[in-house]
Every structure is written in structure tokens, then in C-alpha cells.
């Protein structure tokens, strides 16, 4: 493929790419690559538990909200996989991750420029094209898409000791831990934990489970109509305008609109505590400590103690310290730019660390105008809460797929 030059070479296929190449193959001509180094497709599958649904709309999937007569659709899939009006009178309150995992599975099997097992090892760029290796080829391309995802964030205290006892809930269903008569500590107070600690206590053995935040509270996510605001083209638009300081506080302000706790998870938990405390006589099974950091980690393999420190214990009985058998960490995800990116990424323009994302979302950087580098669900700092959201997927698709073209293609 070397001696052909694309017209862009995506890397990593998860949604972000996948949507692009989904919108890409309506439109006559445009050639591209997307690479991904698994060998098939799966949406993470450490944390695909049966019980857990999506927290946007179902006709937010990969094309929908740009292009409502795609092949690719949502409603396309259940159609042509025979459970169109099944789905309906189901009547589900959200659509089940492992269903639009599912989904992503059948358009991943459509699209005939996915290539897996393809792991890329470096990036150049000369001769006016980007050369994209992997072990086995070389694809060139005039544009570069980046979607590679986000990183876990692993808190230092715990880096050490990471293992089969302590481990990011990203790994939880691959590692599939035995909590029989085990204490189980879940770290983190956002929808992942959330999701992980109804799943333990629904459906395991464990001795205990306990469930520590940082946050003053277990907080429901804000999913009120003006909040959904926040996730438009206009408002991001709007977001992407305002000066560095100004969007630090808004993305704090604007947290609970996507980090906070879809409430029907919060009922379920609560009703199980209740059950064990009134029902089932095993008071204390569960436990939440709000307002608690870890500090310190210490033990190990098969017993650790969690250093804690309550800034305002609101009356709970604080320990100093928790005992536990399993550690999860539900501390969350971050941005981080590929290794393969090495030889660029001094070229990448930056504005206090974080990278100086363009209206199209290319990067700035020293090389030519007409050869970009794209950035998919790395520019939360850049364009807004919406940006790692699902929300807008299909829309900042269309909006790299129009800088590509240089014309409208989509109406965005």
C-alpha cells in the first residue's frame, strides 16, 4: 500500500473512527485506512457487564444525528438483525451496552477499510504524505486521524501494586476476579464504579464491598434538557471560542452532566443496601464513604490496607485505614498522545501542555496546511465536556470529513 497515497489513514477503531469511516463510505472516491492492533472489534470488554446501559439516546450511534438514512444506523441494525419490533415492545429505558456493542460489532463487519491485527508502530511525515507503519506494511495517506481513545489513570499510590488484587475496572470482566468471601473496596465514585458495585452486589458472594469517593456524595449525572444542551454542535462551537481559563471552570461546573451517576444505578444500589440491612439480616455489607481519599497502599498480594483521609466526615464513622482482598479502580480516563507519535510530536503546537486542537479538530502544528492531523476524543480541554461523549460523535465526523473534502459534504 505504500506506493498508493490515501486520503487519510486512521488509527484505532472505536467508535470515534469507526463513525468517520462509516460516513466515509457514502462518499464516491475517498479512499482510507483505519488501523486497530486487536485483532477483532469489542467496546470495552472489561466492563461490558449485562446489566449496564448507554447514558445518551440510542439515535446518538455512529451516523444517525448527520446522516438518519444511513445503512449504519442504530435502528438499521435492529431491522436487519430481525428484532426491530421486539426492541419496541421491550421497552427498554436505555439501549444495553453489550446490544450496542453488538451493534458496533455488525457495522465493524461491513466496512470493508478496517484492518485489526494491524498495530501501529511509527508515524512520519515526508514527501508530502503521513507513512504510517505497522510490523507487516506501510500505509500512506495525505491526512493523519488519531482515535486511539483514553488512557486509564491509575492514581500514583496505587501504580506499585497494580496486579491481579489491584487493577483499573477497565480489566474487571477480564480478569473476572473470585470475590467469594473476599472483601472487595471500590475506588471512585463515577458511573464505572457505580456500575461495578450494583454488579457485586447483585450478583456476587463477596464478604463485603465498599465504596470510596473523593466526592462530597454518590452524585446523579445532570440529565436535564438544558444540560443536554451542553452537548450540541452550537454550544460546542460556542465552548471552542472561549478563552483557556475560562473553559477550565466551565468543565468543572459542567462535571456532573457526563461524570456524574445515571440515577436508576443509584436505586438499584441503595435498594440493595436496603434489602441486605432489613432483608437478607447482613447489615454493613455494603458501605459508602463519601468525601474519602486514599493516600497510601500498602500489603499485598492477597490483603491490602487503603490509607484514607476524610475532609469532612459529615458524621460517618471514618476509619483510618480499609482492609481489603480486591482493589478496583474506578479512577478514570485520560488523553494521552500515542507512542507512534514520537517523531511528531515535537512539531504539535501547544499551549500550556495541552495541545492547540483547530475548529476542524486537526492539530496545530509546523507542517503543511494542506496535510492534517486529526485528534478524536482527546480535546475535552479543547471543545468541551461533549468531546469523550458519545453525543457528538457522528457530528465531529462529519466535521473532519468536511475539512478533508474542503467543501460541505455533511450539513454540520
Known sequence: MSDHILDYAAVGVGPANM???ALAHRIDGLQGACLERRESFSWHPGLLLPEATLQVSLLKDLVTLVDPTSPFSFLSFLSTTGRLYRFLAADFPAVLRTEFNQYLQWVA???PNLTFGADVRTVDFHGGAFHVRTDES?????????????????PEPFRPFLGPTVF??????????DVTGRRVVVVGGGQSGAEIVRHLATNSPAHSITWASRRQSFLPMDDSPFANDLYSPEYVRHFHGLPADRKARLLERQKYTS??????????????????????????RLRFLPDCRVTALEGGP????????????????????????????????????????????PRLRRTDGLLDVRDDFSLAWDGPSENRIYLQNGARHSWGVADPNLSLLAWRSA???NSMLGETRYTV
Open 302 to 345: 492477597d490483603e491490602w490496607k487503603l490509607f484514607t483521609d476524610f475532609t469532612d466526615s459529615s458524621g460517618l464513622d471514618a476509619p483510618a485505614a480499609l482492609a481489603a482482598d480486591i482493589v478496583i479502580l474506578c479512577t478514570g480516563y485520560a488523553y494521552e498522545l500515542p507512542e507512534f507519535m514520537a517523531s511528531l510530536a
Open 109 to 111: 463487519g461491513q466496512l
Open 259 to 284: 461524570d456524574g451517576i445515571d440515577l436508576q444505578v443509584l436505586q438499584d444500589i441503595y435498594r440493595l443496601s436496603y434489602r441486605d440491612e432489613f432483608i437478607e439480616n447482613t447489615p454493613g
Open 138 to 154: 506501510e500505509v500512506t495517506a495525505r491526512h493523519l486521524v488519531l482515535g486511539t481513545g483514553l488512557t486509564p489513570s491509575v
Open 19 to 21: 463513525s468517520l469511516a
Open 168 to 177: 483499573h475496572s477497565g480489566e474487571f470482566l477480564l480478569r473476572a476476579p
Open 399 to 401: 466535521v473532519i470529513l
